[in-house]
């Protein structure tokens, strides 16, 4: 496999270059494949396309793949000759061996006009020789125009060609005559129809200039329309079991088409199309929108898929990372986790306290745990990393032995640990977070263990750090404020002397300061 891509698009026309444009625009990777045969090439310009009325077909192309390219998306030469599903996606065969990957497909192939057989036909198609008045209509205006009859839709084609010119006439071909009621409708627009058999297109230079009947007789004509069978070019599609439709128009098959939805998304998920493999109806600026609808619903459909990835993975790393294991590599990862400095909030609001026990939770790397010691505390300092505990030991042993000697470092996994209840002075939780249920539940516990007359600092992040640049965590349900904590202590046991959002100023990765707020909780135990 060479690449994977979020899209590959099977056709480079007007509807896939519109769905690849959309796509590069929403910021996906897009492989347009383009065999590079446009139907409408025989055609000198494109018409009904709004601000791009007359634009020749090859300029229209030429500026749509330089549009596409102008957002990342990449357009190759070549054929897709198969597409099979494969786990989360599809693999995509070129012609010449290459295959790449793709998370979705985009087929947009169009379809072939199969033409009657006269000679002299095919030659003038696209020029003189025409199938839509939209399309047509308006270059031949006024002109002699012959309607070679297919079968029983020639007659609708003569009235409708009729707008567009006095001098129409119906070639019978090998056709039944029009009925009574048909012929009377003719009369009426007074258009002429011609009895026998077709045997060629005659041209006069590069110019038509009429059919020969088998007679002989040469009926002057300036154009000749037909109705060509659409045959949508579905062998993609089909590979991945795909199979086109029949479609009708007054009774009579017309041509095939692959069904799809609104959105042109078709019966294998993963796979939309959209032009005229699936509207043989399409002009190019219907298969343009066509293509940007698909485009739209495709990124919709990976934002779907995205987000369920998201959500997994999410839930696997809210349900892990509290976990021993996954404490033990982030510390084993990298020789200090933490800045070694004491948090600001203890030092601010410990420093005037008188030392007895604390309890140090979370205590990381004993930066917190270090600093009461040498104020005189004796502290308990608990951590769920075995890896942590012995750093700090180490960095307690390097202060000396009158800071170690006050320190019991106690390993434990705070959220089944159940510390001691009212034995301690202070009790310090410096950005603990935990899901919403078990942050209760350990803070409740914390605050049992506060002896009377002592203190409960709890510093977290506030909610509000989600909007800056320098707070990297994104678990909203983890975050609190300081007055969410304050009301779950009963006022009768307990007095808040703080329970505020403290502003400080950080520097991010990026080296831009910018100003975030410690969710600070102080509360004293009443005696």
Same mark, same amino acid.
């Given at each position: 496999?060479e690449?994977?891509? $979020?899209v590959?698009?099977? @056709?480079g026309g007007?509807?896939?270059?519109?769905?690849?444009?959309?796509?590069?625009?929403a910021?996906?990777?897009?492989?347009?494949?383009?065999?590079?045969?446009?139907?409408?090439?025989?055609?000198?310009?494109?018409h009904n396309?709004? /601000?791009?009325?007359?634009?020749?077909?090859?300029?229209?192309?030429?500026?749509?793949?330089?549009?596409?390219?102008?957002?990342?998306g990449?357009?190759?030469?070549?054929?897709?000759e198969?597409?099979?599903?494969q786990?989360?996606?599809f693999?995509?065969t070129?012609?010449?061996?290459?295959?790449?990957?793709?998370?979705r497909?985009?087929?947009?192939t =169009?379809?072939?006009?199969?033409l009657?057989?006269v000679?002299?036909?095919?030659?003038?198609?696209?020029?003189?020789?025409?199938?839509?008045?939209?399309c047509?209509?308006?270059?031949?205006? $006024?002109?002699?125009?012959g309607?070679?009859?297919t079968?029983?839709l020639?007659?609708?084609?003569?009235?409708?060609?009729?707008q567009?010119? +006095?001098?129409?006439?119906l070639?019978? $071909?090998?056709?039944s005559?029009?009925?009574?009621?048909?012929?009377?409708r003719?009369?009426?627009?007074?258009?002429?129809v011609?009895?026998?058999?077709?045997?060629?297109?005659?041209? #006069?230079g590069?110019t038509? #200039? =009429?059919?020969?009947? +088998? #007679?002989?007789?040469?009926?002057?004509?300036?154009a000749?329309v037909?109705?060509?069978?659409l045959?949508?070019?579905?062998?993609?599609?089909e590979?991945l079991?795909?199979?086109?439709?029949?479609?009708?128009?007054?009774?009579?098959v017309i @041509?095939?088409?692959?069904?799809?939805d609104?959105?042109?998304a078709?019966?294998?998920?993963?796979?939309w199309?959209?032009g005229?493999?699936?509207?043989?109806?399409a002009?190019?600026?219907?298969?343009a929108?066509?293509?940007?609808?698909?485009?739209a619903a495709?990124?919709?459909?990976?934002?779907?898929?995205?987000?369920?990835?998201?959500v997994? *993975?999410?839930?696997?790393?809210? #349900?892990t990372?509290?976990?021993?294991d996954?404490?033990?590599?982030?510390y084993?990862?990298r020789? *200090?986790?933490?800045?070694?400095?004491?948090?600001?909030?203890?030092?601010?609001e410990?420093?005037?306290l008188t030392?007895?026990?604390?309890?140090?939770?979370g205590?990381?790397?004993?930066?917190d745990?270090v600093?009461l010691?040498?104020?005189?505390?004796?502290?308990?300092a608990?951590?769920?990393s075995?890896v942590a505990?012995?750093?700090? /030991?180490?960095?307690?042993?390097? +202060?000396?032995?009158?800071?170690a000697?006050?320190?019991?470092?106690?390993?434990a996994d705070?959220?089944g640990h159940?510390?001691?209840?009212?034995?301690y002075?202070? !009790?310090s939780?410096?950005?603990?977070?935990?899901p @919403?249920?078990?942050?209760?539940?350990?803070f409740?516990r914390?605050?049992?263990?506060?002896a009377?007359g002592g203190t409960? %600092?709890?510093?977290?992040?506030?909610? *509000?750090?989600l909007?800056?640049?320098?707070?990297r965590m994104?678990?909203?349900?983890?975050?609190?404020?300081?007055?969410?904590?304050?009301?779950s202590?009963?006022p !009768?046991?307990w007095?808040v002397?703080?329970a505020e959002?403290?502003?400080?100023?950080v520097?991010d990765?990026?080296?831009?300061?910018?100003?975030?707020?410690d969710?600070v %909780?102080?509360?004293?135990?009443r005696?």
């Open positions: 496999m690449a994977t891509y $979020d590959v698009v099977v @056709g007007a509807a896939g270059l519109s769905g690849a444009l959309a796509l590069g625009r910021r996906r990777s897009v492989l347009v494949v383009d065999a590079g045969e446009p139907r409408n090439t025989p055609a000198g310009h494109v396309y709004l /601000a791009r009325e007359g634009t020749p077909p090859a300029e229209l192309l030429a500026a749509g793949r330089d549009e596409v390219a102008r957002y990342g990449e357009i190759v030469a070549g054929r897709v198969a597409a099979a599903k786990d989360d996606g693999t995509v070129l012609d010449g061996g290459r295959s790449v990957r793709a998370r497909l985009l087929v947009t =169009g379809l072939v006009d199969e009657p057989d000679p002299g036909l095919a030659e003038r198609w696209g020029r003189d020789v025409l199938h839509c008045p939209y047509h209509g308006w270059e031949v205006r $006024d002109r002699r125009i309607i070679l009859a079968g029983p020639a007659i609708h084609q003569a009235e409708l060609w009729r567009w010119s +006095t001098q129409v006439l070639l019978l $071909d090998r056709t005559a029009p009925d009574a009621e048909q012929a009377e003719l009369a009426a627009r007074r258009i002429i011609v009895d026998g058999a077709v045997a060629s297109v005659e041209t #006069s590069d038509l #200039s =009429g059919v020969r009947l +088998t #007679s002989g007789e040469v009926v002057a004509l300036d000749v037909v109705a060509s069978r045959t949508a070019r579905s062998a993609v599609l590979s079991g795909l199979k086109p439709v029949d479609v009708e128009m007054q009774g009579h @041509g095939s088409q692959i069904a799809v609104p959105s042109g078709t019966a294998v998920p993963g796979v199309a959209a005229n493999v699936a509207d043989l109806r002009q190019v600026i219907t298969a929108a066509a293509g940007l609808n698909a485009g495709i990124n919709a459909d990976l934002v779907a898929e995205d987000t369920r990835d998201a997994d *993975a999410y839930r696997h790393l809210v #349900s990372m509290f976990e021993e996954a404490w033990e590599e982030r084993r990862a020789p *200090a986790l933490w800045s070694g400095r004491p948090n600001p909030q203890l030092v601010a410990a420093v005037g030392p007895g026990r604390a309890l140090d939770v205590s990381g790397e004993g930066a745990a600093w010691a040498e104020r005189g505390w004796r502290v308990t608990v951590d769920i075995t505990l012995r750093r700090a /030991a180490g960095h307690a042993a390097a +202060t000396g032995a009158h800071v000697g006050r320190i019991e470092w106690t390993h705070l959220r159940e510390p001691a209840e009212g034995a002075d202070l !009790v939780s410096q950005f603990m977070h935990l @919403g249920v078990e942050r209760r539940e350990l409740a914390l605050a049992a263990a506060v009377p409960l %600092l709890i510093v977290g992040h506030h909610p *509000a750090d909007r800056t640049t320098a707070h994104h678990f909203p349900d983890m975050m609190f404020t300081a007055e969410e904590v304050a009301s202590l009963d !009768v046991g007095q002397l703080a959002a403290r502003p400080r100023s520097e990765e990026e080296g831009r300061v910018s100003t975030i707020h969710a %909780l102080i509360a004293r135990r005696p």
